[in-house]
């Protein structure tokens, strides 16, 4: 008998994702993987932080540690500590209770709570993206019931911003827009805008009435530095206006696959956060009832104890100085092998991906010839690279660009 599915079309494979599956299948014992942005040691292995088993050995040995579900919202310790590590412990907005903070599935989920519930309570149903950005951004807010538009943002001529386009795009954007920001160390390109450049943006969106929508998967991974990586959601709440923030513990606590991240919408008064959070809370109950326990539990053991903050901080820093040093070593491998074009942006960019600027069929030819699997964009995870790896990569490099065009 015929399976009732039988129609159904083999979907293709997550673009990002998918480089790893191809990769699994490689047996070459030069297959290098810079797909999935997820960090690796100088010996290439995952890595689980001393300060994230500390926590969780605590709560092992806890015995009056529950297993019973959380609240809608999530874990309430949790969600006071994400909304001072983002905005600040002294910031007006926490401290007036201006803050509604919800527990979500990391970032994603974070995203798609705040989609679901704009589109349900504002009034403008247009959400602008930078061009490029994170591909899940594109099907998170479609699904979620917003409408998706883009607005100019790299410049592949300079490999920088393009600053002047993207201040025309929002200028022309419909007033009430809302307007997708990366926090700090911009997926995929690296490319972040100077301070000064951030102040010129939220000026122009105060003026507009745009709603800004940040989205910090990098807090403290990017520079090092928490406070350095928050100041461009920080310069917004401080001027008094909303905005709507998500958070990622994937990357910066190495928390992948627990799934901890946090929605905060940054409102004008401690009343209509109150009324944010009841509706936020009709959004999540029939979407995942409740966030799970575990994850957020260390998240939270780890920001509410001052040693184990410390040490979190000294981690995060080896981490994100690790990527700087794998930026300059490929750049200083391409210079000294004299490769041709201004590398130069691999150390002007930030964060966990560059934005080399081969093209799809230099990187379809460095996974044929060289078994480094990458995205079709030419974006690579510095984070799987090593000093052993570096020159493998260059090799590959100077091969494309010298071979291709």
């Excluded at 403008?124 to 951004?137: A, E, M």
């Excluded at 920001?181 to 911009?186: F, G, M, N, R, V």
């Excluded at 003026?207 to 310069?235: C, E, H, M, N, T």
């Excluded at 201004?342 to 991906?353: C, L, N, V």
Aim: proline residues 5%; neutral net charge.
């Amino acid at each position: 008998m015929e399976s009732v599915f039988g129609s159904i079309a083999q979907a293709p494979e997550d673009p990002i994702l998918g480089v790893t599956v191809a990769f699994n299948k490689d047996t070459s014992p030069l297959k290098l993987n810079l797909g999935v942005g997820a960090y690796r040691t100088e010996e290439g292995k995952p890595l689980v932080l001393n300060v994230v088993k500390k926590a969780e050995q605590l709560l092992i040995n806890d015995p009056a540690r529950k297993k019973e579900y959380l609240p809608i919202v999530g874990l309430a310790d949790f969600n006071k500590s994400s909304a001072k590590l983002i905005l600040g412990s002294d910031s007006p907005a926490v401290l007036e209770n201006r803050v509604a903070t919800v527990q979500c599935l990391s970032g994603t989920g974070s995203l798609r709570v705040g989609s679901e519930f704009l589109a349900r309570h504002y009034h403008q149903r247009v959400l602008y993206v930078p061009l490029p950005t994170w591909g899940n951004h594109l099907k998170v807010f479609h699904f979620g019931g917003l409408e998706v538009k883009s607005y100019r943002y790299y410049d592949p001529t300079t490999r920088g911003l393009n600053f002047q386009g993207l201040l025309e795009d929002l200028n022309s954007a419909p007033s009430g827009a809302i307007v997708l920001l990366h926090a700090c160390a911009h997926n995929p390109t690296g490319v972040d805008p100077t301070l000064a450049q951030w102040e010129e943006i939220r000026k122009l969106m105060r003026s507009k009435g745009l709603l800004p929508f940040f989205d910090s998967a990098y807090q403290g991974f990017a520079s090092g530095s928490l406070d350095a990586d928050a100041q461009s959601v920080r310069i917004f709440v401080a001027d008094g206006g909303e905005c709507f923030v998500a958070q990622s513990y994937a990357k910066n606590m190495g928390l992948y696959g627990e799934r901890v991240g946090a929605l905060s919408i940054v409102c004008k008064t401690a009343d209509v956060a109150s009324r944010v959070e009841s509706q936020l809370k009709l959004v999540i109950r029939p979407m995942y009832s409740n966030p799970p326990i575990h994850g957020a539990s260390i998240v939270a053991t780890i920001l509410k104890d001052p040693d184990m903050y410390h040490e979190w901080t000294v981690e995060l820093k080896a981490m994100a100085d690790r990527i700087i040093s794998m930026r300059k070593q490929l750049f200083d491998a391409l210079t000294a092998r004299g490769t041709p074009g201004d590398w130069s942006h691999i150390i002007k960019q930030i964060g966990m991906f560059t934005f080399t600027g081969l093209n799809a069929e230099q990187v379809s030819f460095m996974t044929r010839e060289y078994h480094i699997y990458m995205t079709s964009d030419g974006r690579i995870s510095m984070a799987g690279l090593s000093s052993r790896t570096v020159p493998h990569l260059t090799d590959a490099i100077h091969a494309a660009v010298t071979q291709i065009s």
